[in-house]
Every structure is written in C-alpha cells, then in structure tokens.
C-alpha cells in the first residue's frame, strides 16, 4: 500500500515522485534493506558463539565439544558425555571512522556499544537403539544491526546561481536477529558421528525479530537573500520474521590426532512485514510551510538467505595441546531481496538481481588452545589465541577484515567458565556511499563471557 499526502502536488506528480525515489534511494544513506549501506552492524557472515569458540579465533568446526556446538557443527554435540547448560553473554563495541575526499566537511565518528545474552542452551546426551545420541535446544543471536551516524554536507554552486546548500544527516539504527535450534546428533560409529540442527526463525517467540531505522535530514539552501529549508523524517521498520533453515554436520575422528569435521547451512526464504514512511516540510525564511508530502508503503517481502559451507581439521598433539584450521564459504550472489511488487535486488547495492555482481566470501580461521590441569586434573586453566580473515560481501569485490583474538577461564570439576576478547578491523572500507563516496576505517571489539554447566 502506498499513500501518498500533498495539497498542492496533484496525485499523478506525487506518485511520480515516490516512484523515482525508490529507484534510486539505493544510492543514499537511508538505503532499505537488510546489510544495504547502513544495515548488519555486525559481521554479515555466518558464526558460532562461545568465549571457547572465538578465543580460538572462530576456529571451531573440528572441535566442537561443548554446549555451543549446534552453532558451528552440530555433529560435536555427540561428543558431550553429560547434560549441560549454557549460557553467554556478550559485549560489543563498534567505531566507525569515515572519510571523503568529495566533502571532507563530512568526515566524522561514529560510536555503538551494546550488550546482549547471546547464546542460551540445553543439551542431553542419550542412548538409543544402541547408538549414542545428544539432543539439544538452543537460542543464538547472529546479527546485529545498532548504529549511529551524524555528519554534514556542504555543497557551493558559484555565480550566477550562487547557491550554497547546508544538510545535516543522522542515521540511526537498531534490532537483531537471533534462532531457535533444535539440534540432534547420532554417533554412526565409534569415529564418525553426524547432527542436525533445525533453526526456526520468527518474532513470536517472546521477542521482537527484526530492525527499525530513522534517518533525518535538515537543509538549509541560501541564495542571495533568500532561505529554504527542507525537513525530512525517514522510518523504516522490519518485523515479523518468519523463516526455517538447517544447519547439517559431520565429524570424523580420523585418528588419537587429527579430526576432521564439515558443516552445511542451508539457503532459507525470510520473510518480513515492512512498514516505511517519508514525511518532508518545506519553509521559507520566515518559516512558513511552502510545502509537504507524506509518504507510506506497507509491503511484505522475502529475503533469500545464502547458503554457506565451511570444513575445519583438528590435530591434537595431546590432551593439552590442540590446533584447527577452518575454511568457510558463503553464497552472497544467490542472496536477493523481493520487495512488495515482485522486483528482485541485490540487498548488498540496491541494485536489480541481473544488474549486480556480488562476491562471495571466504573465511579463513586459526586457533589454539592448551590446557594447564591442576588439583588432581580437576581443575582446567586454558590459554587460547586465534587469527582469522572475515571479508565482507561487496559490488565486484569484498571488503577485506581481519582479526585476531585471545580466552581464557576456569573450569573445575562441572563447572567451566570462559571468557574471550576478538578484534575485527577493516581500513579503508567502501562504505557503498554512504557519505559521499566515502570510506571508513572500522574497529570492533567483542568480550564474551560463557559459563556451561554439568550434571
């Protein structure tokens, strides 16, 4: 539905003009769709959670032995020997340093910090027609979307027009998405075990899915004598989620030292009510309104979420000691927005499906971890460390990250505790025009906090 408000624009200009907005509001800031311009905060690729997991640097597909295993590979689950339970906590914090050589006047900072449970789990291992068996339940949350950005532009047209513009943008941004797994995992035979989980995607299980932005624009144009200004007030909404995917496992203990293990994410169809307004006043000098338009569309759309695969090896040189190496892989040109009138458009630049060339990403993951026992083995103190490269899907390319991160904890008798610190960092990043062909220098800093306990 779209409605369009103006006295003094008859119906036919108005629609006009709503309709050549949404051709090319891919090209502004207040861009609509989900990791468009202003969209996941977060990194956009698929990930586990943990403190153990990301103080070994995500590097996790080959271990996978605790209660976070549905969220990298389900199939580890067989590997837990008692019930458990699983809670994690979170805190993120985002810089964003953004510069233009078209407005250097725009150049500024922008800051979020948040906190959030990220992981919640429950698992029982059991035996069945003679096979072991683990079932579990889980909650993730995978992406975030909360950001804030404030800047200006200024724009001189010389003489004769003699025209010199003001605009003073904001932008901000929150929501995220999380899952409910249901996980199961089978041991096949003594070396190789296989797990499942169903993840269901949805704004009705006791929380809000989805993301809400607000974007304002203040104009002020002088020439001569003469002012204008313009006020914009741009809201979008997504909510009510609905989606259901798979995640599929396996892992094989190949020998006492090396295991090798793979996982499957499976491509979903999500879908989203969404809600947008642009309300704009214009006034002259004194500040009286010369004009107005209001402007709503309520629409449903699907996002067709990518498939992504990843393998990870393992290699034990004793109970102490252990290196993994994971290699994932994600299909962002197969990711395609469909919006309420049936177009199709890449949600990474806006543009038509048969238009845009998006690369996929390749993440590559190393971690480490050894364990000190103490108190006749006990009590476990871990060091952990981790490398990775995490690139962002991008127009011809990806956006290169990097990162690096360091664990540790306590674990004692059925209790452990971990904690975790991960760096992710892009220099010189495409920001796809946000600011006027701009680019950005962007840190992130992520502390986990996990406690697992056994029964």
């Known amino acids: 539905m779209i409605v369009c408000g103006n006295k ?3 119906t036919m200009l108005c629609c006009s003009m709503v309709t050549l907005f949404l051709l090319f509001i891919s090209a502004n800031l207040f861009a609509a769709t989900i990791a468009q311009r202003v969209g996941i905060a977060s990194s956009p690729n698929p990930v586990g959670s943990g403190a153990r997991a990301v103080g070994m640097g995500g590097a996790f597909i080959a271990v996978a032995d605790d209660a976070t295993a549905a969220s990298w590979n389900p199939a580890g689950l067989i ?7 699983s809670v994690v906590g979170a805190y993120d914090s985002r810089s964003e340093n953004f510069f233009s050589v078209s407005h250097p006047e725009s150049n500024t900072d922008s800051r979020m910090n948040e906190s959030s449970i990220n992981y919640l789990s429950a698992s029982m291992p059991f035996y069945f027609l003679n096979k072991n068996m683990v079932a579990s339940i889980n909650y993730q949350r995978l992406f975030n979307f909360n ?7 200024k724009e001189t047209v010389p003489p004769p027009v003699n025209l010199v513009t003001v605009e003073d943008r904001t932008y901000d941004q929150e929501g995220f998405l999380s899952a409910v797994g249901l996980a199961w995992a089978i041991e096949l035979t003594p070396r190789i075990s296989i797990g499942v989980s169903l993840n269901i995607w949805s704004s009705n299980l006791g929380w809000e899915n ?14 001569g004598l003469t002012t204008n200004i313009e006020d914009s007030l741009i809201t979008e909404k ?3 989620l609905k989606g259901f995917n798979a995640n599929l496992g396996v892992l094989w203990n190949a020998n006492q030292h090396l295991t090798v293990g793979a996982v499957l994410k499976t491509p979903f169809t999500a879908e989203f009510d969404h809600q947008y307004q642009d309300v704009w006043v214009q006034r002259n000098g004194a500040g009286a309104i010369t004009g107005s338009t209001n402007v709503s569309i309520s629409e449903d759309v699907e996002l067709e979420m990518p498939m992504s695969y990843g393998i990870g090896a393992a290699w034990r040189f004793s109970d102490q000691f252990t290196m993994d190496l994971d290699i994932y892989k994600t299909l962002w040109d197969d990711y395609i927005l469909t919006d309420g009138q049936g177009n199709k458009m890449s949600p990474i630049n806006g543009r038509p499906e048969n238009l845009s060339d998006i690369k996929n990403t390749v993440q590559v993951r190393m971690g480490a971890e050894y364990l000190f026992f103490k108190m006749d083995n006990n009590l476990i103190i871990p060091l952990r460390g981790g490398l990775f490269y995490d690139p962002e899907p991008a127009q011809g390319k990806v956006k290169d990250f990097y990162g690096a991160s360091i664990g540790s904890g306590i674990g004692y008798k059925r209790y452990i505790f971990d904690v975790a610190y991960q760096a992710r960092w892009g220099k010189d990043v495409d920001t796809g025009n946000i600011i006027g062909a701009s680019s950005a220098d962007i840190m992130q800093h992520t502390f986990l906090v996990s406690f697992i306990m056994h029964f």
């Open 210 to 223: 989805g993301w809400e932005g607000k974007y304002t624009n203040h104009i002020v144009g002088t020439r």
């Open 147 to 153: 950001r804030s950005i404030n800047y200006r532009i």
């Open 238 to 240: 997504y909510n009510d």
């Open 8 to 10: 003094k624009i008859k």
């Open 79 to 85: 590997q837990l020997e008692k019930p458990e339970l």
